[in-house]
């Protein structure tokens, strides 16, 4: 078993709490250290299933991605668990409400649950993030004019209600 894997899982929201577009290589190959040489890793969620980022040279190159359209303001954890992962490892489970930044415009208490693997020198080896994205979507597509949505949705209510533009 890692040692004290929710203290992992904080240093790395720690430390993405310090990362921005213009954060330097070595902050992001920093963050990179926390995973292992052949992790799987979902930052934004897990509705990109089919494009992990699946070692440290790739995670960078997801998180400088990810940072180009939002960045964590602000970590909220409503409760954690640590469990087997049945294979003889841990699964930590968070369970989150967290602030972001998208292009300008902060979307409070956002939704997400974190369950992460560790390998047997206590690097991450899975890290997979879930949520439902189309509030951040919306807000990147409203700032750079590309996204999904038709623009009829963008223009309905819906986008009103709950993204308050």
């Known amino acids: 078993m890692p040692p004290q894997p929710i203290e ?7 430390h993405l709490l310090t990362l921005h577009p213009e954060s330097s290589p070595d902050a992001l190959d920093q963050f990179a ?3 292992s040489p052949s992790c799987r890793v979902y930052l934004k969620s897990m509705r990109e299933a089919n494009d992990p980022a699946t070692d ?3 995670i960078v190159s997801h998180l400088r991605d990810y940072l180009k359209d939002q960045v964590l303001e602000q970590r909220n954890v409503i409760s954690q668990s640590v469990g087997e992962d049945g294979e003889g490892g841990v699964r930590v489970f968070v369970e989150m409400e967290n602030r972001y930044n998208v292009h300008g415009q902060i ?7 974190l369950v992460a693997t560790f390998d047997e020198e206590g690097l991450v080896n899975s890290f997979k993030l879930y949520s439902c994205r189309s509030h951040i979507v919306m807000l990147i597509q409203t700032a750079t004019g590309e996204g999904p949505y038709s623009e009829e949705v963008m223009n309905s209510s819906i986008q009103h209600h709950y993204l308050g533009v």
């Open 8 to 14: 992992k899982i904080t240093k790395i929201y720690t």
């Open 107 to 113: 979307l409070d208490r956002f939704p997400e649950t």
């Open 56 to 58: 440290r040279a790739a």
């Open 33 to 35: 250290s926390y995973f």
